[in-house]
């Protein structure tokens, strides 16, 4: 009998989608459903590799470069953001343009803008190379450092260290940041802080979930891409936590049975761009290995939910059509008058 066997599962909430996930994946639902296919979108919607398998079956074509994009499309920018020039590179383009950016993300962006016209030292805590990272240093290159992790700190230089502000992004690890931030107030004790904490609410639920669980685990799955930052950092989390061992999956298939030798209790959860289908295919897989006894880890409550992108309320096929038309106006030479 499955009760002789002691053998349970720890499943973290929150988890999966958080509120900026979910609008972003929804706006591109929602552009191919009004403008039909193809809808252009730059970089990965969401750092998720079902998601967007998923989406590019429904129509959506996914770009590095903005050039790829064909003159008279409609382009959709990330959850991740994106730095000022990629929307000049989209006007020159004569692209129409939908901005899935995650509010949290945005509030970087406008906190890098205004300490840069205050003339501030931007010190960005954040991972070299991602997304988010390259889009709130292009709002201010040349005010913006990035800060990779504590280590880094020794690195760092300033102007004027009465005049240095850190920011981070959204989706690192809670203590790995105020370790960061506690090395730069060392170095720089007049360091002051953003408005309100950067981290988004949905990146530091599901590390408490985590936490919470990561003890009483011998075994940790989180389901989420090797792209996803936040996910990454939750095997990080709940290693730290105490778990004997964590491993992060795309899909239920991934998951080595070797793993489960000698193993309990296993933690599952999810990262904050992971779909529950595949959590539940996870659970039915250790399931089927006598995993049957559910527990449900609480940390937090989430209600928050995110307006779509206001330009979904506008006819964009025929604003492509305009700057198209208007591009070919100004080529056609002085005294060629249609007749």
Avoid at 49 to 70: R, W
Wanted: glycine share 6%.
């Amino acid at each position: 009998m499955t009760a002789s066997t002691g053998r349970r599962v720890l499943l973290a909430a929150p988890r999966g989608y958080c509120a900026g996930v979910d609008r972003a994946v929804i706006a591109v639902e929602k552009a191919l459903e009004q403008y039909g296919a193809p809808i252009y979108v730059r970089h990965e919607i969401v750092h998720n590799k079902y998601v967007v398998q998923t989406l590019e079956k429904k129509g959506a074509i996914f770009v590095e470069q903005t050039a790829e994009v064909p003159e008279g499309s409609i382009v959709m920018f990330s959850a991740h953001g994106v730095a000022p020039v990629v929307h000049e590179e989209a006007a020159q383009g004569k692209l129409a343009t939908i901005d899935a950016t995650c509010p949290l993300v945005t509030k970087v962006h406008k906190e890098a803008v205004r300490f840069a016209q205050d003339d501030f030292d931007i010190l960005l805590i954040g991972h070299e190379g991602h997304e988010e990272v390259i889009g709130t240093s292009g709002e201010a290159p040349d005010h913006i450092t990035l800060v990779d992790g504590p280590e880094d700190v020794a690195n760092v230089e300033v102007r004027d260290p009465s005049k240095v502000v850190w920011l981070s992004q959204t989706t690192l690890s809670v203590d790995e940041t105020m370790e960061t931030v506690d090395a730069l107030k060392e170095k720089f004790p007049q360091l002051i802080a953003p408005p309100s904490d950067d981290i988004c609410y949905a990146t530091q639920n599901r590390q408490l979930a985590v936490k919470q669980m990561g003890a009483d685990s011998d075994l940790v799955i989180v389901v989420g891409s090797r792209n996803s930052s936040n996910s990454k950092r939750l095997v990080e989390v709940a290693k730290l936590a105490g778990a004997r061992e964590a491993y992060l999956v795309d899909f239920a298939d991934e998951i080595d049975e070797a793993w489960l030798e000698g193993v309990t209790t296993v933690g599952v959860t999810s990262g904050a761009s992971v779909p529950e289908v595949l959590v539940e295919q996870v659970l039915e897989f250790l399931s089927m290995r006598g995993f049957e006894d559910v527990e449900l880890v609480k940390a937090a409550e989430e209600s928050i939910t995110f307006s779509l992108p206001k330009e979904l309320r506008r006819d964009l096929r025929a604003e492509a059509a305009e700057l198209v038309a208007e591009r070919t106006a100004e080529k056609q030479p002085e005294g060629t008058a249609e007749k």
